[in-house]
């Protein structure tokens, strides 16, 4: 079983950066496929990014590449989204979540376990 809570959400400025964290308890998180997804108000929840167990694949949508990186601390329990460049299209609440196992990566079905999420504000 796993818990999630992200931190790091706020305001920014286009062009700006923020960093994004998700910190897990469970012991067996870092075998977990994690996965961020955000979503804006009036629209569904849409997928981000996400990176399997051993850090050696990664997946985002075409919007966020070349601007946003995720990365994971398996002994740390914590996942990481490093969002460079930001637009105000960027501006939603964002959700980590983690499963056993991922067949449909940028599902959100997929995904089990789900953090509260953390509000990211991006000003033109």
């Known amino acids: 079983q796993v818990q999630l809570e992200e931190s790091g959400g706020g305001l ?5 950066s923020l960093r994004l964290s998700c910190a897990a308890s469970g012991r067996n998180f870092r075998h977990y496929t994690t996965a961020w997804f ?3 108000p009036g629209k569904e929840r849409e997928f981000v990014a ?3 167990w ?9 919007s966020v590449k070349g601007r946003f990186t995720i990365s994971r601390d398996n ?4 996942l990481f989204l490093q969002m460079n460049n930001l637009k ?3 501006t939603a609440v964002y959700y980590c ?7 449909w990566y940028d599902r ?5 376990y789900w953090g509260q999420g953390t509000q990211v504000t991006v000003s033109s």
């Open 12 to 16: 920014a400025q286009a062009g700006g």
């Open 88 to 90: 105000p299209e960027d």
């Open 108 to 112: 959100a079905a997929t995904y089990e």
């Open 75 to 78: 002994t740390e329990n914590t």
């Open 50 to 52: 996400a990176i399997n």
């Open 97 to 103: 979540a983690a499963a056993d196992g991922a067949s």
């Open 38 to 40: 955000r979503q804006a």
């Open 54 to 62: 051993l850090g050696s694949a990664t997946y985002y949508r075409d």
